[in-house]
T-cell receptor, first 114, second 112 residues
């Protein structure tokens, strides 16, 4: 079945540090890939997405590139801020007929200290 | 305007009770979902509806029964609540396969 594996957390960084969160996947079809972010007490928000190999998704300084050869979609940011403290989820979606479902990784908690 | 709204936001109830969570989306999406997030933040799909028709029904106890009166609403009814049902339940919607899903704020259910 489809699955997403994220690196173990939590992660604590100082402000302006470089961030990498690893994500790899297995899928039966050709998935679309997503990063969602969950701020404390809130629902999930889409951070970025990529729908085909070599696509790069980007938003709010975050980037991730769809690597089919390594089945990866690692999230990066050059300089994190305290406001980036949240839980980050990697997810994939594979079409089955007219429908699909999101399969999530376990999520990783990021804390950024001033 | 809230895109996907759930009510209530918090629900505390005793074991054995029956409760419902309501979800509405004003995005015109055809597909709606229920997800369960456990205490370790792990998200697992429960149900998916497309135009009021049940599409996905993961391994969920029969005590959980979704109902979609129209494509803008997807409610979740839970019978005979158990301690293990305590979690945050998220409603979501999207336009179809492989598109971005929009999530509600979540309903934190606590069974005591």
């Amino acid at each position: 079945g489809d699955s997403v594996t994220q690196m173990e957390g939590p992660v604590t960084l100082s402000e302006e540090a470089f961030l990498t969160i690893n994500c790899t996947y297995t899928a039966t079809g050709y998935p679309s890939l997503f990063w969602y972010v969950q701020y404390p007490g809130e629902g999930l928000q889409l951070l970025l997405k990529a729908t085909k190999a070599d696509d790069k998704g980007s938003n709010k300084g975050f980037e991730a590139t769809y690597r089919k050869e390594t089945t990866s979609f690692h999230l990066e940011k050059g300089s994190v801020q305290v406001s980036d403290s949240a839980v980050y989820f990697c997810a994939l979606s594979v079409r089955t007929g007219a429908n699909s479902k999101l399969t999530f990784g376990k999520g990783i908690t990021l804390s950024v200290r001033p | 305007d809230t895109a996907v709204s759930q009510t209530p936001k918090y629900l505390v109830t005793q074991m054995g009770n029956d409760k419902s969570i309501k979800c509405e989306q004003n995005l015109g999406h055809d597909t709606m979902y229920w997800y369960k997030q456990d205490s370790k933040k792990f998200l697992k799909i429960m149900f998916s509806y497309n135009n009021k028709e049940l599409i996905i029904n993961e391994t969920v106890p029969n005590r959980f029964s979704p109902k979609s009166p129209d494509k803008a609403h997807l409610n979740l009814h839970i019978n005979s609540l158990e301690l293990g049902d305590s979690a945050v339940y998220f409603c979501a919607s999207n336009t179809g396969a492989n598109t971005e899903a929009f999530f509600g704020q979540g309903t934190r259910l606590t069974v005591v």
